[in-house]
């Protein structure tokens, strides 16, 4: 079974989506340690509630590369092999990327390559785009750039605030983050040219369409 890193630098939501389906069985993989590199992240308590070991490690007073070699030491330590940055706030070395090549996964919360960045219900809203949504891509030194695994569209409702867009696309982030979990966990992810991912058995790789009815089935 692998072993999973998560890091994090807030609430951990989508880390606790990832958790919640290591616990029901969907993702083959044990979670070995959870960084944040906020002190006060309300993700570590999370983490420790559910028994997976949690640290921070606070980036203050450290290169990005000094920081990055910190985690990579835990990290290691815990044979991690696939790393998960579920609102990890803070850019990547290139040093801490190229050293999980294809094996780091983020969670962005728009349909890429729109909205990269910050601000992305912001930005959706002031577009006046009618779908907006959610991707899960491979990690590369480009910012929100890197190979498309999974995608989910939402609606954009004429009276949405950018709270009610962001709760909209959050319920989507935590159901196609796991979902993508278990595709490379299955090692069923497969990279071809031109920065395209396919998923070994399955017809679509970027195919989940969320809309507010899936909230109460
Ligand atoms: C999510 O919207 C994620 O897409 C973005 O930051 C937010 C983190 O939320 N990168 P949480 O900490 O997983 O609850």
Known sequence: ????????????????????????????????????????????????????????????????????????????????????????????SSFFIESYPNRILNIHPSLLPSFPGLHTHRQALAAGVKLHGCTVHV?????????????AAVPVMAEDTEESLAERVLQAEHRIYPQAVQWFMEDRVEFLPGDVVRIRGSGVSTDCVVSPRDRNP
Do not use: F, W
């Open 1 to 92: 079974m692998k072993t999973l890193g998560i890091l994090i630098s807030g609430r951990g939501s989508n880390m606790e989506a990832i958790l919640d389906a290591i616990d029901d069985g969907r993702i083959p993989a044990r979670v070995g340690l959870v960084i944040s590199n906020v002190v006060a992240a309300r993700g570590l308590e999370r983490a420790r509630a559910r028994g997976v070991e949690a640290i921070a490690l606070d980036h203050h007073g450290h290169t990005r590369e000094e920081h990055d070699r910190r985690m990579r030491d835990e990290l290691d330590r815990r044979d991690v092999e696939i790393v998960c940055l579920a609102g990890y706030m803070r850019l990547l």
């Open 139 to 151: 990690v590369t030194p480009s910012l929100d750039n890197g190979p498309i695994v999974i995608q």
